[in-house]
């Protein structure tokens, strides 16, 4: 998910929210007519990377269930983006620095205990804290006292950061230490979901075995192979679902989903793979979906490394990018289902500005090799491009990579790894070298969170070692600017730095590619890449 959900790194290959264009089906038909809702509809997805804690998912395969299981004080309206209230009654603030909350009364837990102000308080202070481990912990760090349950280095002082107060049971106060004009945009993301009080003595076996208070309840993890959920009977959101659950099912390769889906065997797709976008809408008919999606496609480098840390390689980072054809593949491999990156930030998100990369995204094999050089070289005169083989990917790396070599002379490989789990695992535990395939799907429509959330020093999906004290501080402006609006406006300043130093190049933005079985009718999908979970129905 920042990811994301998205923060969320996505598994296959969005002064107003409400700006951020929606996603919808080609139709929302398929069959429509009489539904059950009592029966459940299977969804393609991935083993997640880590156990299911709100704190502790920031790619796809988790983010997703996550979602499905929990839910926080604020998510947003598939059908327009727009921010919308859920366990939250109101969330008030007068400064940008301190937010009062109220919490709706009748929201319960799956095991029953009731969701209180102590069940947001007690959950993010235990996210925060750095012995806990939680991969999202960097997203409570606005809260005041956040350096205490998580310092730079050394044990936390504390496990409770100070901005947070419980009021009563239905009233709590957030401190931010300093002004975030956005910041009630962030609390949608699934880091900031309640827990239970049984999870803090079993925080392993919950992970395992979660016990949320979202729309759906958890049965069970055969992993590797599915999670299967149910309708929650007592759940109190707005979206109330009209089918029976959702059955995660994992697949090894989107063509056998694909596969899957066209035999009824699976009904409703994440994104059709490479090889089927030339057909799928005639596969599919007014099943096939083709819509918006905040996301983007990247890749990373490893600048953690030495022979990438140096100033220098920046400019043979800069060659890389120029040297790929960036039309060409999207036009031909991708069968214009995606559109040439010119930035950072997806097309569609708030603060979206073309352009931002400058003539680095631009196809150019003789300044690509002048640059190189300059820079002293492709180190081995070699790029490894790793990336997970279940996603769909293979086409575009080998595309990408021939597109390279071609241009410059130098050598380059893809490296799948098996699933999309076990890429993550490389990457975030720094065994991969030299580049690696990034995808970015917005947790909130804001470009701030395809930036702030990926590029800033120490940030959770920061997984290319970057930092850039410039970066960091046209960030910290942005986030204490007035208005929304001007935070949007900092961001993209801050987005002007990275060409200078390109942490990962853009390659181009993302649409959702899908379709469904001839099982369900009303299915659509957001500018969050995700289907309308709730709203699915299933034939009856």
Wanted: aromatic share 10%.
């Amino acid at each position: 998910m920042p990811a994301a959900t998205r923060a969320r790194w996505v598994l296959a290959g969005a002064t107003s929210v409400a700006l951020v264009a929606s996603g919808c089906s080609s139709s929302g038909g398929g069959g429509g007519g009489s539904s059950d809702a009592s029966k459940t509809f299977s969804y393609q997805s991935s083993e997640p990377q880590n156990p299911l804690q709100p704190a502790n998912a920031n790619e796809t395969g988790g983010g997703r269930i996550i979602q499905n299981l929990f839910k926080g004080l604020v998510d947003y309206n598939p059908s327009n983006a727009q921010l919308r209230m859920q366990v939250a009654d109101a969330i008030d603030t007068s400064d940008s620095q301190t937010y009062n909350v109220t919490l709706k009364s009748g929201w319960t837990f799956h095991d029953g205990t009731p969701v209180q102000s102590q069940s947001f308080v007690d959950a993010w202070n235990w996210g925060a804290t750095s012995t806990n481990n939680q991969i999202n912990s960097s997203w409570f760090s606005d809260i005041e006292g956040y350096k205490d349950v998580h310092p730079d280095s050394g044990q936390p002082t504390a496990t409770k950061m100070s901005g947070l107060t419980v009021v009563d049971a239905t009233h709590f106060t957030i401190k931010l230490s300093g002004k975030v004009s956005y910041f009630e945009y962030k609390l949608g993301y699934i880091a900031f979901s309640p827990l239970p009080s049984g999870f803090f003595n079993d925080p392993a076996g919950y992970g395992q075995k979660p016990v949320g208070n979202g729309p759906y309840q958890f049965v069970s993890w055969d992993h590797n192979q599915q999670v299967v959920t149910k309708t929650f009977a007592n759940y109190q959101g707005v979206d109330k679902p009209k089918n029976g659950g959702v059955v995660f099912k994992m697949y090894n390769t989107a063509e056998a989903a694909y596969a899957d889906l066209q035999s009824n065997n699976l009904d409703v797709m994440d994104q059709v793979p490479p090889s089927a976008l030339a057909t799928y809408k005639s596969d599919l008919g007014d099943r096939a979906i083709d819509s918006p999606q905040g996301a983007i496609q990247n890749l990373g480098f490893t600048l953690y490394q030495p022979e990438w840390a140096p100033p220098e390689k920046a400019l043979v980072r800069q060659g890389i990018s120029m040297a790929i054809d960036r039309d060409t593949i999207t036009k031909t491999v991708l069968q214009g289902s995606r559109a040439p990156a010119s930035a950072w930030v997806a097309d569609g998100v708030q603060g979206y500005k073309a352009g931002q990369c400058g003539e680095f995204c631009t196809f150019n094999p003789d300044k690509a090799k002048q640059l190189i050089a300059q820079g002293g070289g492709v180190p081995n005169n070699k790029l490894t491009i790793t990336y997970n083989a279940d996603g769909g990917h293979k086409e575009w790396v080998d595309a990408v990579c021939n597109s390279i070599r071609q241009s410059t002379g130098v050598e380059c490989v893809g490296d799948p790894k098996p699933d999309f789990k076990t890429a993550r695992a490389a990457i975030t535990g720094h065994q991969i070298d030299g580049m690696f395939r990034t995808g970015w799907v917005q947790d909130y429509p804001l470009n701030a969170n395809f930036l702030a959330d990926v590029y800033r020093t120490g940030a959770a999906s920061n997984d290319f070692g970057y930092s850039n004290p410039q970066f960091d501080q046209l960030a910290t402006q942005a986030d204490q600017a007035p208005s929304v609006a001007d935070s949007v406006t900092g961001y993209q300043a801050a987005e002007a730095v990275l060409p200078g130093g390109m942490p990962a190049i853009p390659l181009w933005y993302y649409r959702t590619n899908s379709g469904y079985s001839t099982n369900v009718h009303n299915v659509t999908f957001d500018s969050f890449g995700n289907p309308a979970w709730t709203q699915v129905e299933v034939n009856g």
